[in-house]
């Protein structure tokens, strides 16, 4: 049933309303971020109806604008828009957690897979891995890089990181394409006003934007000077959630840079957890409680997961705060439009680069592996299974050829 109050701004509710709603989706949305938008659409918008269609709409948007986790962000607005700044967190944590923890457990349960059947299980991850990072690559292309304009903004983040294969590389890629698509991308069309009012003044705004900075400029500094392990794993997670434009899927090569290549966590295990994130609910970005809860120096264990998803998170939720009453002013401006056009073809290059390395590299190893990760590919593009499926079904098709081999 369509939603028919459009003209109606939010309305106001409790936090607990709020929590509820949210361990709800956060126990049953699978499919990823663009899955979670519809979940939240239907049990929100349409059936609860916090708020309008219009409204929904303009919050996606400004989303989408946004580096950072689109769908926890969608949902940490609405648990804002609903509930006050108690709602946003109490929504975030419902829908997070889950998948957290289930997440948390495999990482604790890892080295039980033991033998060559746990040895397949570890490997199907894997090339459940570059099943999804391909469709990844294949949606946002075709969404985010149509034209011989963004295609080959597109294809020059490729050939830097070919050349810079560095967190450097990656920053300056995404640079590029944001001064390219102010050259090449104004005739991006300008969106339809919604209605999205917002209890936070301009001059409140710019107190999540500073903190925002100050972290995202500080943070290395005081790594630097200060090299304890507890803060340096932070300012891992909070520089790559800061830098992710385009989904969940691009922390995949930002993540790898600074984790897999210093070696504080193995290609293997980092691959595996990718791919066991795909079988559960919740936000991908969940994958950093596996990372945290793996990497070697650091904390590790239940801290070590905290530190990784408080740092994930952080500068995405921090930067919604304090662009929310930017927002309407900002997304007609042309030039910021343009920008953002540029930056997200250039993310799409960059996730293009780690479908080959690190994801193709270390789990394609055999014509068996290709077919078993086309197979994957085929059912998730085509014939548009469920991911959690395709995992078990990509899972035990390597146990098997595991045991046969």
């Known amino acids: 049933m369509p939603n028919d109050q459009n003209d109606q701004p939010p309305s106001a509710g409790g936090p607990g309303e709020v ?63 609903r509930a006050g700044l108690a709602g946003a967190l109490l929504a975030w944590a419902a829908f997070t957690l889950p998948s957290a923890a289930l997440l948390l457990a495999f990482a604790f349960g890892a080295d039980a897979f033991g033998g060559p059947i746990g040895q397949g299980l570890i490997h199907g991850l894997k090339l459940v891995a570059v099943a999804i990072v391909a469709q990844a690559v294949w949606g946002m292309a075709r969404a985010l890089a149509p034209d011989r304009e963004r295609a080959t903004i597109a294809l020059a983040a490729v050939l830097t990181l070919v050349f810079v294969p560095s967190a450097f590389g990656q920053i300056a890629a995404i640079g590029a394409g944001a001064v390219a698509g102010l050259l090449w991308c104004r005739q991006v069309h300008q969106p339809a006003a919604g209605l999205l009012p917002v209890a936070i003044s301009r001059r409140a705004g710019l107190l999540p934007l500073g903190l925002f900075l100050v972290l995202l400029l500080g943070l290395p500094l005081i790594s630097a000077w200060w090299p304890l392990p507890k803060l340096a794993l932070f300012e891992v997670f909070y520089r790559a959630g800061a830098l992710v434009f385009g989904g969940g899927h691009v922390v995949l090569p930002l993540l790898e840079t600074r984790l897999v290549e210093p070696g504080w966590v193995s290609a293997d295990a980092f691959l595996a957890g990718y791919g066991a994130a795909q079988a559960v609910p919740g936000p991908l970005f969940t994958f950093a409680a596996y990372l945290g809860a793996i990497v070697e120096p650091g904390p590790g264990g239940l801290l070590g997961a ?65 077919a078993v990760a086309l197979a994957a ?19 035990l098709a390597s146990a098997a050829l595991g045991l046969a081999t």
């Open 306 to 370: 905290a530190i990784a998803l408080l740092g994930i998170f952080l500068p995405g939720m921090l930067l919604l705060l304090g662009v929310l009453p930017f927002w309407d002013r900002l997304r007609r401006h042309a030039g910021a439009r343009a920008a953002m056009a540029g930056t997200n073809a250039a993310v799409v290059g960059i996730l293009g680069a780690a479908l080959y390395h690190p994801v193709w590299t270390s789990a394609v190893a055999s014509p068996a592996d290709f």
């Open 377 to 395: 590919f085929i059912l998730l593009t085509a014939w548009k299974a469920p991911p959690w499926l395709v995992v078990a079904g990509t899972v």
């Open 19 to 81: 929590f509820r709603a949210f361990l709800k989706l956060g126990l049953t949305s699978f499919g990823g971020p663009i899955a979670h938008l519809g979940y939240f659409r239907d049990e929100l918008v349409l059936r609860r109806r916090w708020l309008s269609e219009a409204a929904y709409a303009d919050l996606i948007a400004l989303c989408q604008f946004l580096p950072g986790p689109a769908s926890s962000q969608v949902g940490f607005a609405l648990g804002y828009l």
